[in-house]
């Protein structure tokens, strides 16, 4: 299982989650390019370790283990995986 992050990082995209990630699964940073083209972050699925350490960093609520992810934010599953696939 993976966490993910959900449309209230929409237009934040604080990056306080990503101070605190042990693996570097979250992405795109403030010193990677695609930081400014981004609406968002997002979680890579492969590399998360579920360790939930970003979950009361995110001062939006946006994170979320996916077996708790509200169902209408369910599409934010595929847009983490898909991202990564485009960017990663």
């Known amino acids: 299982m993976s966490h993910i992050i959900a449309e ?3 237009g934040t995209k604080d990056a306080a989650c990503v101070e605190v990630c042990p693996v570097d699964c979250i992405h795109p940073t403030k010193d990677e390019e695609p930081f400014d083209d981004s ?12 360790c939930g350490l970003c979950v009361d960093e995110c001062p939006v609520q946006a994170i979320y283990p996916e077996e708790d992810l509200p169902e209408e934010w369910s599409k934010y599953i595929q847009i983490n995986i898909d991202w990564y696939e485009k960017n990663g």
């Open 8 to 10: 209230p990082c929409i």
């Open 39 to 50: 609406d968002m972050l997002y979680i890579d699925p492969e590399t998360c370790i579920d």
